[in-house]
């Protein structure tokens, strides 16, 4: 590396490119550009209306009670891929957020936006995967909507889910509880879901038996918490692991680093990645959770883990530190060390 | 994973940098051409385990970051217009323009679509007879022979709405360019693996005699990556200067007939300009004459074009090998991958991109 200093001859000022005016499908992967759209127009836009907590959920204090509060739109493209479909996904999409925070879901609300010429048949499955991760999940659907656009106004199906849920007193979790010393644990693979969905469109004509992970993990963390304390979570789902764990360490104000040889991805999940030029830890996951748990705690916390049906394959992937707030790193397999960040822009259209 | 796992293999990697360090007894700047390779440096965080006496700089071997700003202006105005389907890979799409990207364009309602294969254009082309599709044909050796068959399948099956825009680049010239420049730094390469393995390398031994510097056919894992690198530092050692083969598990002196035959019966060499470095004489690949009906700038008339770069951009001095990302003053703060001034901060395989993604200093 040449560490000579910048040389500015010849440098003329700068020529401020022109801003982007309208929004691009970036915006909508889960990574900075998502941020971005957020901090610059949302939050400031809606002004004191806007959330205080940018989390999986919001916590609010409700008499006496701590109720949990999220809504999240699904758009994902196909309806139905290898491992789950639509309906599965928008139950516990919204279910998992409400479980990284700590709440135990209640009752969620269903909106559909239908297009014109949806096959009823392919509608009726989607409602019975959607009872089905209601029951597994323990909640039920407690209002719903639906509207119909004419055809070429919508692509098929979108389904708004909102939850909400109870939250415990002083059980509620949040990504800015990481504290140095703290151990990374991680569900499972990573990356199954993204390429799964990625497998099911047409257009990129490859086959693979992969499957989404796509499951509810509220009964998951319950077991983390009843075998001990967990520090902050998250569930990685668009921009990967890396964002997820890059949000932890921004809003706890820590270092965290990981080991590229601890973290599993699945050798179909490795190989299409390979293939198309993806980070597996960019890649989505829709049934996964990364967590910070106290080193006295996490041998506890992952028997716990391993115990339950979506944390059969849970490991240990890295350490909180006391490095550079917000820095992320990745021991890499060969023993070197690159910086590990969120998702920059667009990688896969609607995968969620 | 067979290939991947054991030349990813922590022993063999540390095994190699002994090997390395034993042998450098003086400071070399060696240059890796392909932006694949400079990725896979940082990704695997291998640059900062090599020997201090081995300087790297990376080259011009991003198909993307090359591509002359006035051709994606180009793009820009013919992605524009409502009879067009504008078909490219996906990285093209955020290289930033004069005034314009061609994500804004479809954000505006134009018809932008990703491809992974120029051949998915073609049966786009078939499949919307009512519509003109465009394929965005850049890159270099590497992109040529699927994108010759793109046009070869258009002829066959009498395609009349498919065209390419045309900005195709070859490698060996550019390497003579880096070599010739007053400012040269480069005393070694670790040619491009992909490139070889279509074109082979017998085109780079009258390069390594003319300018006396050694070369290595070289691959893109970090075993591959120390193997060529071990091979220049012999050379470089022994004051040799030949082209050796590092990744003969892919390349073969000759490389591949037939995707050599396709280039040839669909391009013809031409002087072609590339982005932040200038004109470089018979650098260029385009259509040949009894092709010439499928060359998108003939069948759209843009008018004048006045392309423009952003004078912050130091991108030309990057992929010459002259400075590092870090040396550039919009580094990480005017220029980022969300928003880029310059091509090497947009592609997978730009070497700022790379720099921001794996390496850059904290904030």
Not at chain 1, 24 to 53: K, N, Y
Not at chain 2, 97 to 120: M, N, Q
Not at chain 2, 301 to 321: F, K, T, Y
Request: with cysteine; aromatic share 6%; net charge negative.
């Amino acid at each position: 590396m040449s560490q000579s200093p910048p040389d500015f001859q010849g440098y003329a000022c700068p020529v401020p490119f022109p801003p982007g005016d309208r929004v691009v499908l970036g915006h909508g992967s889960g990574g900075r550009l998502s941020r971005d759209l957020l901090t610059r127009l949302v939050l400031p836009a809606l002004g004191s209306a806007a959330p205080r907590h940018l989390d999986d959920s919001a916590v609010l204090q409700f008499g006496g009670e701590l109720l949990a509060f999220t809504t999240d739109s699904h758009v994902v493209s196909p309806l139905f891929f290898p491992g789950g479909n639509i309906g599965r996904l928008a139950v516990c999409g919204t279910v998992n957020d409400l479980a990284m925070v700590g709440a135990r879901p209640i009752a969620l609300t269903a909106g559909f936006v239908l297009e014109e010429g949806l096959d009823f048949g392919e509608l009726g499955r989607i409602l019975e995967s959607m009872a089905e991760a209601a029951r597994e999940a323990g909640v039920y659907i407690a209002a719903g909507d639906t509207k119909v656009v004419q055809r070429g106004s919508a692509d098929k199906l979108f389904i708004n889910t909102s939850g909400v849920g109870s939250v415990a007193p002083g059980q509620a979790v949040s990504g800015a509880g990481a504290k140095p010393g703290d151990v990374v644990l991680l569900s499972g693979p990573i990356g199954d879901h993204g390429i799964a969905v990625l497998s099911a469109r047409e257009d990129l004509g490859f086959e693979t038996d992969l499957a989404s992970d796509v499951a509810p993990l509220n009964h998951l963390v319950r077991a983390m918490r009843e075998a001990g304390p967990v520090n902050a979570l998250r569930d990685p789902t668009r921009g990967g692991l890396a964002t997820a764990l890059k949000e932890i360490a921004d809003q706890s104000g820590v270092s965290i680093e990981l080991h590229e040889k601890a973290i599993p991805v699945r050798p179909a999940v490795r190989a299409a990645c390979e293939l198309m030029g993806f980070d597996p830890l960019h890649v989505a996951n829709e049934g996964k959770l990364v967590a910070c748990v106290p080193a006295e705690a996490y041998e506890r916390v992952l028997q716990a883990m391993r115990a339950t049906r979506y944390g059969e394959e849970a490991c240990r992937i890295g350490e909180v530190g006391q490095g550079p707030p917000g820095r992320v790193t990745l021991r890499t397999a060969i023993g070197g060390t690159r910086l590990i960040d969120m998702l920059a822009g667009e990688m896969l259209p609607r995968i969620c | 994973m067979k290939y991947i796992d054991e030349y990813r293999d922590r022993e063999s990697v540390q095994r190699l940098l002994g090997a390395l360090r034993s042998s450098v007894t003086r400071h070399w700047t060696l240059m890796e051409i392909c932006g694949g390779q400079t990725h896979a440096f940082l990704r695997f965080g291998l640059d900062a385990l090599l020997p201090p006496e081995i300087e790297l700089v990376h080259g011009p071997g991003c198909p993307v970051c090359v591509t002359p700003v006035e051709q994606i202006d180009r793009a820009v105005a013919i992605a524009g217009g409502a009879e067009v389907i504008f078909t490219s890979f996906g990285d093209m799409l955020r290289v930033p323009g004069t005034r314009s990207d061609l994500f804004a364009v479809r954000a505006r309602g134009g018809d932008v679509r990703v491809v992974y294969s120029p051949l998915d254009a073609v049966k786009l082309a078939q499949d919307h007879p009512d519509r003109q599709v465009v394929f965005f044909a850049i890159g270099f050796e590497t992109t040529a022979p699927a994108n010759a068959m793109a046009a070869i399948a258009a002829r066959a099956r009498g395609v009349r709405n498919f065209s390419m825009l045309v900005s195709q680049v070859c490698v060996p010239p550019a390497m003579e360019a880096i070599l010739a420049s007053p400012r040269n730094r480069v005393q070694a390469f670790l040619a491009a693996g992909h490139v070889c393995a279509v074109m082979g390398y017998w085109q780079y031994h009258p390069i390594a005699a003319r300018f006396h510097v050694p070369m290595a056919v070289t691959g893109f894992e970090p075993v591959d990556l120390l193997r060529g690198m071990q091979a220049v530092v012999n050379q470089l050692e022994a004051g040799q200067a030949k082209v050796e083969n590092a990744y003969s598990r892919v390349v073969s002196e000759a490389g591949n007939r037939h995707a050599q035959e396709a280039m040839a019966k669909v391009f013809e060499p031409c002087d072609r300009q590339w982005r932040g470095i200038g004109m470089i004489p018979l650098s260029g690949l385009r259509l040949q004459p009894q092709f010439a009906d499928l060359d998108a700038e003939a069948r759209f008339d843009v008018g004048h074009l006045a392309a423009r770069e952003s004078s912050l951009c130091i991108a030309g001095e990057v992929l010459m090998g002259h400075k590092k990302p870090t040396d550039c003053p919009a580094f990480g703060r005017e220029c980022t991958p969300t928003s880029p001034l310059g091509a090497p901060m947009v592609s997978a395989e730009g070497t700022c991109a790379a720099y921001f993604r794996y390496q850059r200093p904290q904030e």
